[in-house]
């Protein structure tokens, strides 16, 4: 069976907004998900055995809820999960898991860009999908609308945009975008801040599809 690693909870975003919707996800797609809410758990010495890893964490740790400026994946470590994927493992960030890792460091250059900020609280956006992308990630995707986070974001290179995030006001942030690094793949979703994103059923298609394809179940 083909085995996952989903890493969640951080300030802001409990896990138990994504969970459940990642567990069903799994499920329908028969895929083994193990998730994980503390980052000192992370198997670091068993990478090799998942087909894929999820970050659905900003990367600052938290001591007795206040947020540090201690990083869970300090500049080794992201170098271990670029060579994982550069083997051949698939990564998918989601949301926070953009947020407040270096600007410099390999995290950011392993996934092409990092979250700078969002205009406050949450807003109607609309999920516009690319038509030119015809890509697996996206496949069988159509436009929806959420209500959510508009993260914006300062990308490296020039990464394939799936989807861009389209407020009321008409002002575009990416929304998808994927990529190879080595012989792995790589996608982000910048969606995810509200449970109801989460559960959406689109939600769900994208993850779905961006699993089996960074998975090497799709081409």
């Given at each position: 069976m083909v085995k996952w690693l989903a890493l969640l909870e951080d300030r802001y975003h409990p896990a138990e907004r994504s969970r459940h919707s990642l567990?069903?996800?799994?499920?329908?797609?028969?895929?083994?998900?193990?998730?994980?809410?503390?980052?000192?758990?992370?198997?670091?010495?068993?990478?090799?055995?998942?087909?894929?890893?999820?970050?659905?964490?900003?990367?600052?740790?938290v001591e007795n809820g206040v947020r540090t400026d201690k990083l869970w994946?300090?500049?080794?470590?992201?170098?271990?999960l670029a060579d994982?994927?550069?083997?051949?493992?698939?990564?998918?960030?989601?949301?926070?898991g953009l947020a407040q890792y270096p600007k410099e460091g390999t995290y950011r250059k392993l996934v092409k860009g990092t979250f700078t900020h969002h205009p406050p609280g949450t807003r109607k956006l609309l999920v516009k999908?690319?038509?030119?992308?015809?890509?697996?990630?996206?496949?069988g995707?159509?436009?929806?609308?959420?209500?959510?986070e508009?993260?914006?974001?300062d990308m490296d290179g020039d990464p394939l945009i799936l989807a861009e995030l389209i407020s009321e006001e008409g002002e575009a942030a990416p929304a998808a975008w994927a990529h190879r690094h080595g012989q792995g793949k790589v996608c982000v979703l910048t969606p995810g801040h509200t449970a109801e994103t989460?559960?959406?059923?689109?939600?769900?298609?994208?993850?779905?599809?961006?699993?089996?394809?960074?998975?090497?179940?799709?081409?």
């Open positions: 567990e069903a996800i799994s499920r329908s797609i028969e895929y083994d998900l193990e998730i994980l809410t503390r980052a000192e758990e992370f198997p670091w010495d068993r990478l090799k055995s998942y087909d894929g890893i999820v970050i659905g964490r900003d990367a600052l740790l994946c300090p500049e080794g470590r992201q170098q271990e994982y994927v550069a083997a051949g493992g698939g990564l998918i960030a989601i949301h926070s999908s690319s038509p030119s992308a015809n890509h697996p990630v996206t496949a995707v159509s436009d929806w609308e959420i209500n959510d508009q993260y914006f974001i989460w559960a959406h059923p689109t939600m769900g298609r994208l993850i779905a599809n961006a699993m089996k394809w960074a998975g090497q179940q799709e081409t």
